[in-house]
């Protein structure tokens, strides 16, 4: 697909695409006349790159796990890949704790304020000061 299908098949902007593909992050075949052109693993590409960032992965590490999705695993990377995983997850964890502490308290509000029109949510809403966000 050309550019601008692919622009509206995963909701971005050629910026975007132009940006990946100078960061040899997302690089799509070129035709002959040296158009770009996508294909549907490009898309998936490009939902891994979308997810990571989201997740806060910095485009270097974005690279790096794109390239081992085509290449074997040698050892010289397995161990920095490995590191680079294994703190994403306790960042990952981290968060979830953090969500998880967040909607615990504002269900405590929710059963609160079904049960009582006349509700005093200060006490609670000091708590949402108190969840603990360890980035």
Known sequence: ?????????????RDTLRFYDQKEILVPKRTSN???FYSENDIQDFRIIHNLQKAGLLLSDIKMILLLKNKP??????????KVIKQKNIEFQKEIDFYKSLQNVT???IEVMNDSDNV?????IDKLG?????K
């Open 130 to 134: 108190d969840v603990k966000n360890s």
């Open 73 to 82: 695993v040698t050892k010289d990377c397995h161990d920095e890949t490995l």
């Open 1 to 13: 697909m050309n550019t601008s299908e692919f622009c509206q098949a995963v909701n971005t902007t």
């Open 107 to 109: 269900q405590q509000m």
């Open 34 to 36: 040296n158009y770009r």
């Open 120 to 124: 005093d949510l200060e006490i609670l």
